[in-house]
């Protein structure tokens, strides 16, 4: 049987530091995103883990939206 991992939530997590390799790991599983696309949100938004995933979030959205809408855009968050 598996343990039940509990995330903290997202607003006590500390900066994330994309210089280590584990944070990087860690943040891209769990927003389901690749090192590249959080890279460029953390370029967008700044390091803070709430605003990340409130880009993301955002992001996805809009992705959503232009699929309803039949409008071609690039997506980063599939």
Not at 1 to 19: G, K, Q, T, V
Not at 33 to 38: A, G, I, K
Not at 44 to 67: F, I, K, M, N, Y
Request: charged share 20%; net charge negative.
């Amino acid at each position: 049987m598996f343990a039940r991992i509990d995330f903290p939530p997202i607003e006590e997590c500390p900066p994330i530091n994309l210089a280590k390799q584990y944070e990087l790991r860690y943040w891209s599983n769990r927003f389901q995103v690749s090192p590249e696309q959080l890279r460029a949100v953390i370029d967008a938004v700044g390091t803070r883990p709430a605003d990340v995933e409130q880009q993301l979030a955002l992001s996805q959205a809009a992705c959503v939206h232009a699929a309803r809408e039949h409008v071609t855009v690039t997506c980063g968050h599939a």
